[in-house]
């Protein structure tokens, strides 16, 4: 149990981690752990279940709250006089649909886009992207996801061949000698997971002294946006110190000499000067790993939100394959996914250059199956579309959309540079939200649609771990309501699609899904409702009349001569360099109290007396230069924006860093600061560093 972990206040002791009468089981609403829950009622208590061990953390625990919260919507508003008005489900839609056939009629098809969430149910997301090729015929699809997962999913494509962020199962880390986590602060962010942790062998890399980073062994404290120079310091440290594995290299890889003549110039000295880490600690860390008997390396969002995001993680897979990690019964290489339904919402075609297995849009079999599936021609399934940010930037220009459909994410508060956005959404002529409530994006809606939370409706939810988890549906939601796929369903029949095209029913959905996936990457067709409905929760791949696969690679990696790619990169920092204006670099994050933006957990009042509003974290020395102590009111200034926010002092910060947490809305919004500089290959935004000031306010 972590000090972050929550103890049951309100539950009777006897709740957990038994069943009690008539609760049922199922998972938890918010992050990729997918902890096992029991709801009686409105009632939740926690389950056991191997990524939890019968653990919940607060967010868990307090998850039933927003079933009956009076912030939730539970009729269709529609603006009418620059006012959001109660409507009825019929009028609209048919404005929705009408609005669609309007402007595809003057701009395309591509005139209208859709954006979607990792925490839709694999039957949403399908179905979404379904949605968006067949019925709108529109390539302008994307998710936020592409904020999330992109850059570890690109490395791991480019190096493995195949991207299921945990390779193995959680509960294989109990046997580890040794963990590295880079820029990954579960004890905040997936508490239970802790459990799987021993603290002796934990090395943790974060520019904060993070509650993760306390109970670890050793912590790296490099300066934010310094981790590609970073891993190659431990890589070079790692040969120079005669732990390469050389026999692994040779059996099982391909490129080492590549990546050799890049990391040779890397000597730990010189990384010391770029990082700010010694080379002491970096080959402390090099040798603890090389000589664990069980050792893994796992990233999470803090290495992988950058510009140069899918080139770092790569470097990180070149050390974890030096030292002969992945594919090792015992041993790995992994990425921490973040939302609940994460692994799965990349995988089945809610992403601009994608279609359902994890099939790639520009590949001509995959759109010849797919096609097969869907009942319609190849030749009529659009090409890849923009990704998450850039088709955001569009919106409302010359040759960008005019409608948008957002499914399941609240851009206003997560999307970087978010003042651009919210000017980009409001330039549109149909901004169309649907949402559980009135999110920062519902807000500036045309039509709002009201939305059947978690609980009210059955799905499927992959977790962290590439498991297929069955969410079942344990109350009747308020009336007014509907699923996200009754949504689509009517929306497609208004656009003139058959009914049975579009179905309703989840089981019907994921059987589809299933067929669709069949001989893909990620192939989901073995598991179908009567065996989740009996239990099972199965690893993909799963191809029909298999149990799944708990552990990928362990004979072979999937690209075609079975070997896993050294791939060389090189270092060349954040996109954007501290000056004279602004002095600081600023990163961001997440506190535990709070989910994402925010939309769910600012209504959740237990969560609102934890942390009730943002701040920012500061070496009290940088503090005082800014003639600012604990507690007071300051401005967080970057070339894109300013944040107004409470300052907290933190003696183990570096001086040159500034954290803010990105969950709050308004003056007080972190990605008013952030930089939207994409990184080249997975098109993810550079979250977790941009340069900055600090002022009182
Ligand atoms: N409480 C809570 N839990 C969540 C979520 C939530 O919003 N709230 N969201 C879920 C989701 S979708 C996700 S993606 C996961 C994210 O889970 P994490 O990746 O654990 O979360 P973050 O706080 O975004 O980032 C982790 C750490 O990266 C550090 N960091 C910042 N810059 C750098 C850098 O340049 N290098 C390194 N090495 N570290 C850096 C930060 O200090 C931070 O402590 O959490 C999931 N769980
Ligand atoms: N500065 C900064 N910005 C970040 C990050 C960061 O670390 N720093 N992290 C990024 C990451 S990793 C992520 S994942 C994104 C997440 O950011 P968002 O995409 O904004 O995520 P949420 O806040 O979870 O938004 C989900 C919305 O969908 C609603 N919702 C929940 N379930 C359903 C459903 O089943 N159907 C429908 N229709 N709606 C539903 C919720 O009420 C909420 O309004 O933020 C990114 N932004
Ligand atoms: S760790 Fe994640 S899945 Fe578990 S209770 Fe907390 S938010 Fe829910
Ligand atoms: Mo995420």
Known sequence: MTTTERTPVAAPATSAPHQPAGGVNTHCPYCALQCGMTVTGKQVAPREFPTNRGGLCQKGWTSGALLDSAARLTTPLMRTGGQLRPASWDTALDHVAAKITGIQREYGPDGVAVFGGGGLTNEKAYLLGKFARVALRTSQVDYNGRFCMSSAAAAGMRAFGLDRGLPFPVTDLDEADAVLLVGANPAETMPPFMRHLDPSGLIVIDPRRTATAEQASLHLQPAPGTDLALALGILHSVVADGFLDQSYVDERTAGFEDVWRIVARWWPEHVERVTGVSAAEQRRAGAMLATARNAYLLTGRGTEQHATGADTVTAWINLALALGLPGRRGSGFGCITGQGNGQGGREHGQKADQLPGYRKIDDPAAREHVAGVWGVHPADLP???????????????????????????????????????TDRLDALDMLVVADIVLSETAQRADVVLPITQWAEE????????????????????????RTDLEVLHALAGLLGQPPERFPSDPETVFAELGAASAGGPADYSGVNYPRLRAGEALHWPVPAGSDGTPRMFLDRFAHPDGRARFVPVEHVGPAESPDDDYPLRATTGRVLAHYQSGAQTRLVSELMRAVPESFVEVHPDTAARAGLCDGARATVASRRGTVCVTVRCVPSMRPDVLFLPFHFPGEQSANLLTNPALDPTSRMPEFKVCAARLEAA
């Open 383 to 421: 090409g890849p579309g923009r990704s998450a940010y850039e088709l955001l930037d569009a919106l409302g220009e010359q040759a960008g959309p005019r409608g948008l459909l957002v499914f399941g994410s609240n851009v206003v508060v997560s999307a970087p540079h978010s003042a651009h956005v």
């Open 458 to 481: 059955e799905g499927t939810l992959t977790n962290l771990e590439g498991r297929i988890l069955h969410r079942r549906r344990a109350l009747a939601p308020p009336d007014g309501v």
